[in-house]
């Protein structure tokens, strides 16, 4: 007879590379979409949320001044260690969305697949979005793009893996850092993706992720004077973006507007080009 109890999991925050627990001692319960108990899952505060935004800052100037090429290299990085815990991510977003093994495979894939994809426009997109203006006048002109440099993100509720890979890949691949609240009901494929990025050549701080509600997180990292930017993508209550909004207009930050995109679809340049400025120099000929 089998009498072993089973070691109920409690996961953690992923913050500056680590796995801290949240200041507040805080968790709640995770469910599978037949409501079994899957594990427990850290409730991130405001203290959190401040750290996170201190990580964040700290591994921005390092990110944003590494080789778009380096910044690729890594990006392919966590794609190959993905794919060598497929299986698991399989298993994650199965019990997370309650999608068969067919479609879930389908899902992993697509978020590995997308994870390489973004790497592949990290020394590309430059030449895209940026360029090379005649005037009028003895001066070389053009245009560059440059990381607008700490992003908030609320991940996707409902798509656990892909629409997280979808939302971080393209803020990050341009050399912003980024501190993203992953979904409050299905945490566990982010959670498992925290334990990719810590051993795929990710530097600490670039890239956040915090668990918990994000009404409760979010408006502290939308009012936060060291936040450049927020991206409201996975906010489903519309008095919940309008209060971000809000928040965010106090210190002028961009914001990109929640959205529900097919996930599954192929991507395009529009997310690459949401979280970069545009910086035009001017030089004198022969100078």
């Known amino acids: 007879m089998n009498d072993r109890v089973e070691v109920r999991k409690t996961y953690k925050l992923f913050i500056k590379g680590a796995f801290p627990r949240s200041e507040s001692g805080r968790t709640y319960e995770v469910h599978d979409t037949d409501d079994k108990f899957l594990a427990n899952a850290a409730k991130a505060s405001r203290k959190d949320a401040r750290d996170a935004v201190l990580a964040a800052r700290a591994g921005f100037d390092g990110w944003s001044a590494a080789t778009a090429y380096n910044r690729g290299q890594v990006l392919y990085r966590v794609a190959e260690v993905m ?86 890949a393209p803020i990050v691949v341009t050399g912003n850092a980024v501190i993203v609240v992953a979904s409050t009901r299905r945490p566990i494929p982010a959670i498992t993706l925290t334990e990719v990025l810590a051993t795929s050549d990710v530097p600490p701080g670039v890239i956040n992720v915090l668990t918990g509600d994000p009404a409760e997180i979010a408006p502290w990292l939308a009012s936060h004077g060291d936040v450049n930017a927020i991206d409201l993508t996975g906010v489903t209550s519309a008095e919940l973006a309008k209060k971000l909004e809000i928040e965010a207009a106090g210190t002028v930050k961009r914001v990109r507007p929640p959205a529900q995109p097919n996930w599954l679809a192929n991507p395009d340049l529009g997310r690459l080009r949401s979280f970069v400025e545009t910086k035009t120099v001017w030089h004198p000929l022969g100078a």
């Open 83 to 168: 794919e060598g815990r497929r299986e698991q991510f399989i298993a994650d977003v199965q019990a997370a969305e309650g999608s068969g093994d067919k479609k879930s495979a389908r899902v992993v894939d697509a978020a590995i697949d997308r994870l390489v994809w973004y790497a592949g426009w990290a020394d590309k997109y430059a030449q895209v979005v940026g360029n090379t203006n005649p005037v009028a006048g003895p001066y070389f002109n053009f245009t560059i793009p440059e990381p607008t440099g700490v992003v908030a993100a609320i991940a996707p509720q409902d798509s656990s893996l892909l629409g997280l890979v979808s939302v971080i």
